[in-house]
């Protein structure tokens, strides 16, 4: 079975700019949700999506905001990019149903703000 | 590889010892807590859970032991392999559901032959 896939690996953007990234879960998950890992932060969580709605939110600007389709693939954007959104961002997919946090990650999208 | 935490706490061991990765948590209120493992240029791989009614859990070479009266617990690694090299994290879930998981900072586990 096919893990929890995120494009691209790498990506470069300037201040200002705005950027979209991909997480295609696991096949049969419903949930996806998005960290932010940074040296200084560590691993933050950003949003949750089930059944292409937002479900849990955490403390991160507007700038950042994602979405679901009805295939369960989620992209995230951020918007008026600063050089403090440069991160490791990870998307983790689960069954929602075990009644356990067990969630599969993918290996990221390193971005980098300059 | 990609660095993760340039700063983390480190435990160096010997390959074929034991390894103790501890954690402290401060909400007493916390009934539920997971242990994630991070290789580098990886995203984190499950590794064992522990619910606040239980005080030890055992799986395949990895022992999770919870002590709510001081909030701590640890995961104990036996017979730590060069594979077990990795960041580790100790996480719990928000409120708001399983899939909202705030992490610990981390510990670094470097084994040498």
């Known amino acids: 079975k096919a893990g929890v896939t995120q494009t691209p690996r790498y990506l470069i953007k300037t201040r200002g700019q705005q950027v979209t990234l991909s997480c295609s879960p696991i096949?049969?998950?419903?949930?996806v949700s998005w960290y932010q890992q940074t040296p200084g932060q560590g691993l933050q969580f950003l949003f949750e999506?089930?059944?292409?709605?937002?479900?849990n939110k955490g403390n991160f600007p507007g700038r950042f905001s994602g979405r679901q389709f009805s295939n369960s693939r989620s992209e995230m954007n951020v918007s008026t990019l600063e050089l403090g959104d440069s991160a490791l961002y990870l998307c983790?997919?689960?069954?929602?149903?075990?009644?356990?946090?067990?969630?599969?990650f993918g290996a990221g999208t390193r971005l980098s703000v300059l | 590889g990609e660095s993760v935490g340039l700063h983390l706490p480190t435990l160096s061991v010997q390959e074929g010892d034991n390894s103790i990765i501890n954690c402290a948590y401060s909400?007493?209120?916390?009934?539920?807590f997971i242990w994630y493992k991070q290789e580098s240029g990886k995203g984190p791989q499950f590794i064992i859970d522990i619910r606040s009614n239980m005080d030890k859990r055992q799986g395949q070479r990895v022992t999770v032991l919870l002590n709510k009266t001081v909030k701590h617990l640890s995961l104990q690694i036996a017979a730590t392999q060069p594979g077990d090299s990795a960041v580790y994290f100790c996480a719990e879930p928000l409120s708001g559901g399983y899939n909202k998981l705030i992490f610990g900072a981390g510990t670094r586990l470097a084994v040498h032959p």
């Open positions: 999506y089930f059944s292409e709605t937002q479900r």
């Open positions: 096949s049969g998950h419903r949930s």
């Open positions: 909400n007493s209120a916390s009934d539920y």
């Open positions: 983790a997919s689960s069954w929602d149903t075990s009644g356990r946090a067990i969630q599969y």
